[in-house]
């Protein structure tokens, strides 16, 4: 089985930083679409950003900028690299990826979410 375990949430002021990481764990197969999304009390889970085997990323208008996907193959793992926080940052973020094994259908694993609190 797949298993993707997110770490690096955390209480930060507003203006700070902080890495977020995914570790991804079982046969994946391809790893064809890797990403994060966040989910703020009361409201909706929300894309945060993506990126694809293509090499193509994309961000949401209220990240863009301040955030970045990236990718450590040898580590099996996926960041999100988040700068100047502010306090409508605050809410869980789950990882998410799409894969493919050989012959098989495309399919989609999410992580439990970790918890990021942007406050002074």
């Known amino acids: 089985q797949v298993h993707l375990v997110e770490s690096g949430g955390g209480t930060v002021q507003p203006g700070r930083s902080l890495r977020l990481s995914c570790e991804v764990s079982?046969?994946?197969?391809?790893?064809d679409v890797w990403g994060w999304h966040r989910q703020a009390p009361g409201k909706e889970r929300e894309l945060v950003?993506?990126?694809?085997?293509?090499?193509?990323?994309h961000y949401a208008d209220s990240v863009k900028d301040r955030f970045t996907i990236s990718r450590d193959n040898d580590k099996n793992s996926i960041y999100l690299h988040m700068n100047d926080l502010k306090p409508e940052d605050t809410a869980v973020y789950f990882c998410?990826?799409?894969?493919?094994?050989?012959?098989?259908?495309?399919?989609?694993?999410w992580g439990q979410g970790t918890q990021v609190t942007v406050s002074s």
């Open positions: 079982g046969n994946i197969g391809s790893l």
């Open positions: 950003g993506t990126s694809n085997s293509g090499g193509r990323t």
């Open positions: 998410n990826i799409y894969h493919t094994l050989s012959g098989g259908p495309q399919r989609s694993t």
